[in-house]
T-cell receptor, first 113, second 117 residues
């Protein structure tokens, strides 16, 4: 079965620092998608990105960027110039068989002013 | 843009009671998913429906059942509630993923926080 590992349980940074959240995945599929979701303190799950395994180009969206490395089965997420509003739990996920999304354990990011 | 609507936002029940959670998907989305997230845990897949038929099943207890109605909204029915059922229950919706899993973006509601006392 597919598996997602987020080794960092909690990260704390000072505002304006850059921070990278790691995601390592396991899959037997040759084609697959990877996802990141954000869960702020209010509790909702917010979709951030979906990435196709065919496309290994890095993606940037404002202060967010994603580094997909198929060779190391990693899909890391970097926040540049972090802000207090970035404080949340971030989940990496991928589909697994009949399960729409299997989530990692999440990384809790605290950005301190 | 319209999002996934879940009700109620919070629910408090006693042990052995029943509960019904409702989910209204994003307009034109035909697939709904239910997830359970325990305190400090990652969300766990329970069940999904496509065009009113159950499409995939995860770790949903036998005490729980769900269905999708003709207007695509879904309800999760929970009976004989246990303390361990206390969790945040998410509904998500997406467009037509077909059978057997999905690579579609799932859009989640704000969740229903269920507390069983």
């Amino acid at each position: 079965a597919q598996k997602v590992t987020q080794a960092q349980t909690e990260i704390s940074v000072v505002e304006k620092e850059d921070v990278t959240l790691d995601c390592v995945y396991e899959t037997r599929d040759t084609t697959y998608y990877l996802f990141w979701y954000k869960q702020p303190p209010s509790g909702e799950l917010v979709f951030l990105i979906r990435r196709n395994s065919f496309d290994e180009q890095n993606e940037i969206s404002g202060r967010y960027s994603w580094n997909f490395q198929k060779s190391t089965s990693s899909f890391n997420f970097t926040i540049t110039a972090s802000q207090v509003v970035d404080s949340a739990v971030y989940f990496c996920a991928l589909p697994s068989g009949n399960t729409p999304l299997v989530f990692g354990k999440g990384t809790r990011l605290s950005v301190i002013a | 843009a319209a999002g996934v609507i879940q009700s109620p936002r919070h629910l408090i029940k006693e042990k052995r009671e029943t509960a019904t959670l409702k989910c209204y998907p994003i307009p034109r989305h035909d697939t709904v998913y239910w997830y359970q997230q325990g305190p400090g845990q990652d969300p766990q897949f329970l069940i999904s429906f496509y065009e009113k038929m159950q499409s995939d099943k995860g770790s949903i207890p036998d005490r729980f059942s769900a269905q999708q109605f003709s207007d695509y909204h879904s309800e999760l029915n929970m009976s004989s509630l246990e303390l361990g059922d206390s969790a945040l229950y998410f509904c998500a919706s997406s467009l037509n993923p077909g059978q057997g899993g999905t690579n579609e973006k799932l859009f989640f509601g704000s969740g229903t926080q269920l507390s069983v006392l």
